[in-house]
Nanobody, 124 residues
Framework: QVQLVESGGGLVQAGGSLRLSCAASGGTVSSYAMGWFRHTPEKERVFVAAITQTGGGTYYGDFVKGRFTISRDNGKNTVYLQMNSLQPEDTAVYYC?????????????????WGQGTQVTVSS
């Protein structure tokens, strides 16, 4: 089994930046396609970004494209989400996920393993 642990969340003012990290254990990041989702009490868990096993392809939700960047460092067994120009609407719990059945996942059902989430709060 694979365990994923997110970190890097916190409180930031509108217009600021955060870099989230997802560290994997019990497996290697290089063996999985990876993704990020976010969830609030008002909304269901929605897709944010995804990256292929090799890192050669990425895909983003329309609402974050141009502001967020997903990347992976297989040597460190870690996936990152760089978030710039953050807005209050980005406030959510952000979850890292790993998939072994697809090359690139954009749906919750594509993913096999999930982290516990990290809170991101953006103030006005």
């Amino acid at each position: 089994q694979v365990q994923l642990v997110e970190s890097g969340g916190g409180l930031v003012q509108a217009g600021g930046s955060l870099r989230l990290s997802c560290a994997a254990s019990g497996g290697t990041v290089s063996s999985y396609a990876m993704g990020w989702f976010r969830h609030t009490p008002e909304k269901e868990r929605v897709f944010v970004a995804a990256i292929t096993q090799t890192g050669g392809g990425t895909y983003y939700g329309d609402f974050v494209k141009g502001r967020f960047t997903i990347s992976r460092d297989n040597g460190k067994n870690t996936v990152y989400l760089q978030m710039n120009s953050l807005q209050p609407e980005d406030t959510a719990v952000y979850y890292c996920a790993a998939a072994f059945r697809v090359h690139l996942g954009i749906r919750k059902s594509d993913y096999d393993y999930w982290g516990q989430g990290t809170q991101v709060t953006v103030s006005s």
